[in-house]
């Protein structure tokens, strides 16, 4: 079946720091990519979505290529700040799928 | 604007009671519906789907089900909690299947003692 397998957590950076977070993916359809994030005590909230291969998508200074070929789709971020304190996940659902599969998600705090 | 209501926000039940945690959606006409757990440190797992009243998909088996009573509301349930079933709770809901964003819930923290 469809899986996600993303950067094993937890990650602690300094502000100002780049970021990347892995993210790769098997299925054997075509494949919509999103980015979520949640803040604790809180549902995810969907950062962006990037539905055909080769395309770039971003947000908040987030961004994210959905690469068919290596089937993978890196979260990166030149420079983070205390607020990108979060989980981040890793998601992709098929076309005419009614699954929404997540990745193992990963913890990222951002030190001052 | 649409909004999406869990209630309760917290629960702790004794293991071998019964449970029901609920969801509103206002705002959406026809929403497909979901309800996800998430083990404490884990990944969002799909539980159940509906894409309209009275009709709902399992996607995994919990000893958990189930059901759409309104077009607006999503009712997730047991009649005997294990202690496997402690976690967060977080209904969500779409407009189309595939491709589109899901919307979530602030989510319940159910603790089974």
């Known amino acids: 079946g469809d899986s996600v397998t993303q950067t094993e957590g937890p990650v602690t950076l300094s502000e100002g720091t780049s970021l990347t977070v892995n993210c790769s993916y098997e299925?054997?359809?075509?494949?919509?990519l999103f980015w979520y994030v949640q803040y604790p005590g809180e549902g995810p909230q969907l950062l962006f979505k990037?539905?055909?291969?080769?395309e770039k998508g971003s947000n908040r200074g987030f961004e994210a290529t959905y690469n068919k070929e290596a089937t993978s789709f890196h979260l990166q971020k030149a420079s983070v700040q205390e607020s990108d304190s979060a989980v981040y996940y890793c998601?992709?659902?098929?076309?005419?799928?009614?699954?929404?599969?997540f990745g193992s998600g990963t913890q990222l705090t951002v030190m001052p | 604007a649409q909004t999406i209501h869990q209630w309760p926000v917290a629960e702790i039940k004794a293991v071998g009671s019964p449970l029901s945690l609920g969801c509103t959606i206002k705002?959406?006409?026809?929403?497909?519906l979901y309800w996800y757990w998430q083990a404490t440190g884990g990944t969002l797992q799909q539980l159940f789907y509906?894409?309209?009243?009275?009709?709902v998909e399992s996607v995994v088996q919990l000893n958990l089900s189930a059901s759409r009573p309104k077009d607006d509301q999503f009712i997730l349930s047991t009649e005997k909690l294990l202690l496997s079933h402690s976690g967060f709770y977080l209904c969500?809901?779409?407009?189309?299947?595939?491709?589109?964003?899901?919307?979530f819930g602030k989510g319940t923290r159910l603790t089974v003692v």
């Open positions: 705002g959406k006409s026809s929403p497909n």
């Open positions: 509906s894409i309209t009243v009275g009709q």
């Open positions: 990037v539905p055909k291969a080769n």
């Open positions: 299925t054997k359809q075509y494949p919509t």
């Open positions: 969500a809901w779409s407009l189309e299947r595939g491709d589109t964003e899901v919307f």
């Open positions: 998601a992709l659902s098929s076309s005419g799928s009614w699954q929404l599969i």
